[in-house]
């Protein structure tokens, strides 16, 4: 057998790191030498790797107490190897288990046989066994080492050492450049193996966490630049090094160079640098470019900076408008008149733009900010947007309907956007603008960065929901436990407003009976008879797209109906992701369904009772201290499986958690008996999470914000 010495660096790698190893002791190729090297990692890195090595006497690990970068750490990786062959791996990424064995199977007696690369974004990407391969041969390098990657490459150690393979460690990105350089000078046949495939993870927190080449795209950019020059006049006689280097260049240079100029300052930057390393290019290779940067070219080796920069914003505004005509769709135009000249309009000082559950409805705080400047005859232009327009609603308010073209021009042009939840990314926001985020509800589920979500539906959530939030200059907050969390789940750390939800202030100012009757009979509901409200959450698992949820209600309306009935109506309410429809036929004067009725809050007002599960809406229905229930059938799966909670549901909620039908009858029978039980439970979470709220919060932000 011939051994390998898998050789893997490691930087603050905790999340990932335990998966990276397992499958490594785990390969079907039991003759390997793992050499882990930690680059100084600062997390749990390090007791992961001991807990490893003091069961597989096969590692080797090497501790640097500062962190030397990627190729420092791979050289010496190569410096302790005794392996016949060398394997390099990252230790956010993973294998099948029998990547070492069909590579060492296959390599005869060449100096270095690949495989293939995977971008794993979802846990469904990724297989335990490589099944189906075929064995390639080439002449051509420059192709092999078109990623300009070592991964996924088993490599001859006499190779490397005869040839004094090295990396680059004075840079932190193209580090493997030089190796491969040399290596490719050496070489004159390679062969790779299709189908073989290395588990490149796609890491979704690029914000916390970013992997190298998530960070920062200046210092890719200098890096690049440096090693460019260097290996470009060191190596450049070879035809075969200089071929493949410029052709690298003039990837990135098209890739990264032109999008990084689209940032204010960034040519003024790198301008001299960049005439340096195009002057190296070799002529007829960027003659073959398009007439964009073929005319860039030219200016850049004449040094005419100011002419460069007006061509690239020239290329920018080309490259636009290409993929707008490409694309044909009415919301790229608009988009890209958003961008070109609504938000170059002047700025209208007193206009604001409303919005609420993403247009869905007309409610939470939006809605009671905008009546009470209504109402106090503040002297502004007001702007709703809705899914459907023609609403009833009080006041003139211009009504747009989302993603028209009115929608992109009052964004575009109002000073103040009023929204509680997330605006769309592609709506960039102009300086002068003033964004008030109300938000949608103190957290019980975990919010994005203290999601611990290896695997997201979306593999960008994290980073589209950083650059989206950093938009927001002011953030309502319920309650010091929701600042706290906010400030960390949503890193954010602009003016947070601390005085209640202005959503909630109904429930203080209209907590009297004939409010609350008059609300009843509006909804066509016996003022005899009490009110139990159902209002559930959504789950992130069952749903048939994204934004449209499946729900399957639980509860046996009948059964409730026949016990309950003679002194309750239900009321039932879904979460607005919920896209299927409740069935109340033959429950008619029993059963009303309010799922598209815009504002909770009023619901809330005319109920007697609630019931929820993992919904927010218990924080705000506790301001009106009457009795909750958590019907919680699913708690195991919702609370380890999809979310995770900040607090214990078992010990911190203030009502009991129930599973079924019968127990929800039976509670509410004896509904007096279940508030005694759970007053001081009750006491203790008012006071936690409802004491900000007292009517007030509504005219304290208002006053914060806007003047008369
Ligand atoms: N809501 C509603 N009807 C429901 C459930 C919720 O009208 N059946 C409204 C309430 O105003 C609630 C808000 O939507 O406060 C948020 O709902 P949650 O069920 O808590 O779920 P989610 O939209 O995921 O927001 O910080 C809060 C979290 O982000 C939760």
Redesign the pocket.
């Known amino acids: 057998m011939r051994k390998v010495s898998i050789i893997i660096p490691i930087f603050n790698t905790e999340e990932f790191l335990t998966e990276c190893l397992n499958s490594v002791v785990n390969q079907t190729y039991k003759d390997l030498e793992v050499i882990l090297i930690n680059d100084g990692s600062t997390d749990r890195s390090q007791e992961i790797i001991d807990e490893f090595s003091n069961r597989d006497s096969r590692i080797i690990s090497i501790h640097l107490s500062e962190n030397k970068g990627v190729g420092y750490s791979r050289n010496v990786g190569v410096s302790k190897a005794t392996g016949d062959y060398v394997y390099f791996l990252d230790s956010d990424d993973y294998l099948a288990l029998n990547t070492i064995q069909i590579l060492v199977e296959n390599i005869g007696n060449h100096v270095m046989i690949s495989g293939q690369q995977k971008r794993i974004k979802t846990k469904e990407d990724s297989k335990s066994l490589v099944r189906e391969i075929e064995l390639k041969e080439s002449k051509e390098m420059k192709r092999q080492f078109k990623n300009c990657s070592l991964l996924n490459r088993l490599i001859s150690i006499d190779f490397i050492k005869d040839n004094h393979l090295k990396f680059s460690e004075d840079v932190s990105y193209y580090s493997e450049l030089l190796f491969i350089v040399n290596a490719m000078i050496k070489m004159d046949t390679y062969i790779y193996i299709k189908g073989c495939y290395y588990n490149k993870r796609w890491r979704n927190d690029p914000i916390s966490n970013p992997a190298l080449m998530q960070q920062d795209s200046d210092r890719i950019v200098t890096d690049f630049l440096e090693v460019f020059n260097d290996l470009r006049e060191k190596y450049g006689n070879s035809e075969d090094v200089a071929h493949y280097l410029d052709r690298l260049f003039l990837n990135f240079y098209r890739r990264n160079i032109i999008k990084l100029f689209s940032q204010s300052g960034k040519i003024n930057k790198f301008f001299r640098r960049l005439s340096t390393s195009a002057a190296k290019v070799n002529k007829e290779k960027w003659k073959e470019q398009n007439l964009h940067i073929r005319r860039e070219f030219n200016l850049l080796l004449k040094g005419k900076q100011k002419q460069y920069v007006k061509l690239i914003r020239l290329h920018h505004f080309a490259k636009n408008i290409k993929s707008v005509i490409k694309s044909r769709s009415k919301r790229k135009i608009y988009v890209q008149l958003y961008r070109s000249l609504f938000m170059k309009m002047s700025l209208k000082e007193r206009t604001i733009v409303f919005e609420s559950?993403l247009g869905k409805?007309y409610?939470?705080s939006p809605k009671y900010i905008y009546e009470y400047m209504l109402n106090n005859n503040m002297n502004y232009k007001y702007v709703w947007v809705f899914n459907e327009t023609g609403k009833n609603i009080p006041g003139n308010a211009k009504q747009v309907k989302r993603f028209s073209l009115a929608y992109y021009y009052y964004l575009g042009t109002s000073k103040y956007w009023v929204s509680?939840?997330r605006l769309p990314l592609h709506l960039n926001k102009r300086p002068d603008n003033v964004y008030l985020q109300t938000?949608?509800?103190?957290?019980?589920?975990k919010?994005v960065f203290d999601m611990n979500d290896i695997y997201s539906a979306n593999p960008n959530y994290k980073k589209h929901f950083y650059q989206q939030s950093r938009r927001w200059d002011y953030l309502i907050s319920p309650n010091q436990y929701?600042s706290d969390?906010?400030r960390r789940a949503f890193k954010f750390d602009k003016t947070m407003l601390e005085y209640g939800y202005p959503?909630n202030d109904i429930l203080y100012k209209n907590n009297n009976e004939e409010f609350i009757n008059s609300l009843k009979v509006r909804l066509g509901i016996p003022i005899d008879k009490k009110v139990i409200l159902?209002?559930?959450?959504?789950r992130d698992d069952e749903f048939y797209e994204p934004g449209k949820y499946k729900f399957k209600l639980k509860l046996d309306l009948n059964k409730m109906k026949e016990q309950l009935g003679d002194e309750y109506v239900i009321a039932l309410?879904?979460?607005?992701?919920?896209a299927d429809d409740i069935d109340t036929s033959g429950l008619e004067g029993f059963a009303y369904n309010f799922?598209k009725y815009d504002?909770?809050?009023e619901?809330y007002l005319i109920s007697d009772i609630l019931i929820?599960?993992?919904?927010?809406?218990f924080?705000?229905y506790a301001n009106l201290k009457r009795p909750i229930l958590f019907f919680t059938y699913d708690l195991e799966k919702y609370r380890d499986t999809l979310r995770g909670f900040y607090i214990d549901m078992e010990n911190d909620i203030p009502g009991p958690m129930l599973k079924t039908t019968e127990e929800i009858i039976s509670a509410i029978k004896k509904i007096e008996l279940v508030e005694n039980e759970y007053k001081r439970k009750y006491d203790d979470f008012y006071k936690k999470f409802c004491e900000w709220d007292n009517g007030k919060a509504t005219e304290n932000i208002v006053a914060h914000i806007f003047n008369k």
């Open positions: 559950f409805n409610s939470d509680n939840s938000w949608h509800g103190t957290p019980l589920k919010l929701s969390i906010f959503r159902y209002a559930p959450t959504w309410r879904m979460h607005y992701f919920i799922s504002d909770i809050a619901l929820t599960d993992y919904s927010s809406v924080f705000d």
